[in-house]
């Protein structure tokens, strides 16, 4: 998620998509049907755009794919009865974080979606994550939608769960660009990050047109749960799909600073050429993620597995000898510590 960028060259955008693409891209609240006038109005935000590229790896462009998903989310919506969907982009456009939450004001939106896909430096993360407004209802209702997302995203498709998480800025408000822009015009709003295209693990869930909409209808599945939608075409009727319940929080949720608060090694022992490890993690304020271990004292190091364990106990195969084992446990945020370096015997 790249926003930087000169802003000489955003002024000239700015003022060349004033004359090239006028605010009607996106229809008035006026031509809605009057007959569906009770409908949801639902905008999607396709991420970057123009010379915001976003993330790039050979052959990918996030803000290409940003919009074949959002396409897809919007042409499978539009299947469910009783919702309106527009795009805040539907070619390539360069809009502002501040644009994109306006377009969705201007046609009365219920909620906001913004759509992106994740590169991390170094390139070691993989999974889908869903960041939510900080605050009250907003906080309630984006954690209610993005963890119906959250499953389809992972429960039925197979991306790793990084979770539903806030990000807040040094004055402690949203750090989100366009979630901050969205909460001050009253939209509920969620950016998607559906997964990491610099990472091996998640390349086999996007690295094809046909995946990247498959992903825009997932979104959308996520999003007619919640909001119950019913549809003839599809035969599906989520009225009575049960939602996450949180408390609206009346100060800002702020993201996890601290590592994990254990990290350690409870048994390790030698087999067959394989190392079988139970380790210990928990952090009180995030869940675990992943671990990565090193068999040279903390020199190099493994790559991040899963943790697959609900618990704070997980026993784990390490598919390789050695003659002592390091292992780090990372929380939600991606922050690790460190356990001791337990010597191993046969
Ligand atoms: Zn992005």
């Given at each position: 998620?790249?926003y930087k960028?000169?802003?000489i060259?955003?002024?000239?955008?700015?003022?060349?998509?004033?004359?090239?693409?006028?605010?009607?891209?996106?229809?008035?609240?006026a031509?809605?049907?009057?007959q569906?006038?009770?409908?949801?109005?639902?905008?999607?935000?396709?991420?970057?755009?123009?010379?915001?590229?976003g993330?790039q790896i050979?052959?990918?462009?996030e803000k290409?794919?940003?919009?074949?998903?959002?396409l897809?989310?919007?042409?499978?919506l539009?299947?469910?009865?009783?919702?309106?969907?527009?795009?805040?982009?539907?070619?390539?456009?360069?809009l502002?974080?501040a644009?994109?939450?306006?377009?969705?004001?201007?046609?009365?939106?219920?909620?906001f979606?913004?759509?992106?896909?994740?590169?991390a430096?170094?390139n070691?993360?993989?999974?889908?994550?869903?960041?939510?407004?900080?605050?009250?209802?907003n906080?309630?209702?984006?954690?209610?939608?993005?963890?119906?997302?959250?499953?389809?995203?992972?429960?039925?498709?197979?991306?790793?769960r990084?979770?539903?998480k806030?990000k807040?800025?040094d004055?402690?408000?949203?750090?989100?660009?366009v979630?901050?822009n969205?909460?001050a015009l009253?939209i509920?709003s969620?950016?998607?990050?559906?997964?990491?295209?610099?990472?091996?693990v998640?390349?086999?869930f996007?690295?094809?047109?046909?995946?990247?909409?498959l992903?825009?209808?997932?979104?959308?599945?996520g999003?007619?749960k919640?909001?119950?939608?019913?549809?003839?075409?599809?035969?599906?009727?989520?009225?009575?799909?049960p939602?996450?319940?949180?408390?609206a929080p009346t100060s800002?949720?702020?993201?996890?600073l601290?590592?994990?608060?254990?990290?350690?090694?409870?048994?390790?022992s030698?087999a067959?050429?394989?190392?079988i490890?139970?380790?210990?993690?928990?952090d009180?304020?995030?869940?675990?993620?992943y671990?990565d271990?090193?068999?040279d004292?903390?020199?190099?190091?493994?790559?991040?597995?899963?943790?697959?364990?609900?618990?704070?106990?997980?026993?784990?195969?390490?598919?390789?000898?050695?003659?002592?084992?390091?292992?780090?446990?990372?929380?939600?945020?991606d922050?690790?510590?460190?356990?001791?370096?337990?010597?191993?015997?046969?």
């Amino acid at each position: 998620m790249k926003y930087k960028r000169k802003i000489i060259t955003g002024l000239t955008a700015a003022l060349l998509f004033a004359v090239a693409v006028p605010f009607c891209t996106l229809a008035a609240p006026a031509e809605k049907n009057p007959q569906a006038a009770q409908d949801i109005v639902v905008v999607i935000d396709p991420g970057h755009g123009g010379s915001n590229i976003g993330g790039q790896i050979p052959g990918v462009d996030e803000k290409n794919a940003t919009l074949v998903t959002a396409l897809a989310m919007k042409e499978e919506l539009e299947k469910y009865e009783g919702i309106t969907v527009y795009l805040t982009r539907y070619g390539d456009q360069e809009l502002s974080l501040a644009e994109r939450p306006r377009l969705a004001k201007a046609v009365n939106a219920d909620f906001f979606f913004s759509i992106h896909y994740n590169k991390a430096v170094p390139n070691r993360l993989y999974g889908a994550e869903v960041w939510i407004p900080s605050l009250g209802e907003n906080y309630a209702k984006g954690y209610a939608c993005g963890d119906l997302i959250l499953n389809e995203l992972c429960d039925t498709y197979g991306l790793y769960r990084r979770g539903i998480k806030t990000k807040l800025n040094d004055k402690g408000t949203d750090y989100y660009g366009v979630i901050k822009n969205a909460t001050a015009l009253g939209i509920p709003s969620m950016i998607i990050e559906h997964c990491h295209i610099d990472n091996e693990v998640d390349v086999p869930f996007f690295n094809s047109p046909e995946k990247l909409v498959l992903l825009g209808r997932l979104d959308a599945t996520g999003v007619a749960k919640y909001f119950g939608l019913k549809s003839e075409v599809l035969g599906v009727d989520y009225s009575s799909v049960p939602k996450t319940v949180v408390a609206a929080p009346t100060s800002a949720v702020s993201q996890d600073l601290t590592p994990p608060e254990t990290a350690d090694i409870l048994t390790a022992s030698k087999a067959d050429g394989k190392i079988i490890a139970t380790l210990q993690g928990s952090d009180s304020q995030s869940s675990i993620l992943y671990y990565d271990y090193s068999l040279d004292g903390g020199l190099t190091w493994s790559i991040l597995h899963k943790w697959d364990s609900a618990g704070v106990a997980n026993t784990v195969t390490i598919p390789a000898d050695g003659d002592s084992l390091t292992v780090r446990i990372y929380n939600q945020y991606d922050l690790a510590s460190q356990s001791r370096t337990v010597v191993l015997t046969k």
